[in-house]
């Protein structure tokens, strides 16, 4: 018998308790994670768009014009179910604590490349791919235009996408009628694709499907880079203008 104050020890070697991972990063490699899967999801969902845009470019006499309204599916179903596009999240890049933020931004945009890979990779498996008149012969078209095209100009395009985008976006978020949130996402996304600027996620999905991306995978990844750095340039380019027409407290315009 051992008295109240005594201890009674085991013979041997005490076991250790297994380490445990701190409470807060744990709960960061969750976020990061779902962030990742909201990632792919987007990138699915911009490629979901991108695959109605080919499949109508060219099938009639408006097609495109036509094919740019529907690709709007892609923009709607990110925006309703909150999920994570690299162009749209650019937009937000000051409002978000940084360097952290940065780091989200690339999960965002591995995130969206794989999702679109993967639609790519599924269209593969069907009849749309294949053919003169399969989708990916006509993004291959788009491709060889964006590759011939000068870095410069891939950027400038690119911070031409994404104002489009920011009036998308942030017009769905804050426009306070029903019918105006929806009408910013169908003129955002349409004008940006009718103007032909450079949505990066759109991109990864035309360069998956075309085959160019596995053909060309160094200088493919470098203009998706360029693009996506303007896209970042576009994304903020209101939103700083209009801080800094608060701090200069200028007049409201009539």
Request: hydrophobic share 45%; aromatic share 12%.
């Amino acid at each position: 018998y051992s008295g109240p104050h005594q201890r009674r020890h085991s013979p041997g070697v005490r076991k250790r308790a297994p380490a445990r991972r701190p409470e807060g990063e744990e709960m960061d490699m969750k976020r990061v994670g779902g962030l990742f899967l909201y990632a792919i999801l987007a990138g699915f969902c911009i490629g979901l768009g991108g695959t109605v845009f080919l499949k109508l470019k060219d099938a009639f006499p408006g097609g495109n014009v036509v094919g740019a309204l529907l690709f709007t599916i892609g923009l709607f179903t990110v925006c309703t179910r909150g999920y994570a596009l690299f162009t749209g999240k650019a937009c937000y890049l000051f409002d978000n604590p940084l360097p952290a933020y940065l780091l989200d931004l690339l999960v965002f945009w591995v995130g969206n490349l794989l999702g679109a890979m993967l639609i790519a990779g599924l269209e593969h498996l069907t009849g749309m791919v294949g053919g003169e008149t399969g989708i990916d012969a006509t993004a291959a078209a788009l491709v060889e235009g964006k590759m011939g095209a000068t870095y410069l100009g891939l950027f400038v395009l690119g911070i031409l996408c994404n104002i489009c985008i920011f009036i998308a976006v942030n017009g769905y978020a804050n426009n306070p009628h029903q019918v105006g949130k929806y009408l910013a996402l169908f003129l955002g996304v349409s004008v940006f694709i009718l103007c032909g600027t450079e949505h990066s996620v759109a991109d990864m999905y035309y360069w998956s499907v075309s085959g160019v991306l596995y053909a060309q995978p160094g200088e493919s990844v470098l203009r998706l880079l360029i693009i996506s750095l303007g896209n970042v340039v576009g994304g903020v380019f209101f939103p700083l203008m209009e801080k800094g027409k608060r701090r200069l407290d200028l007049p409201e315009a009539p």
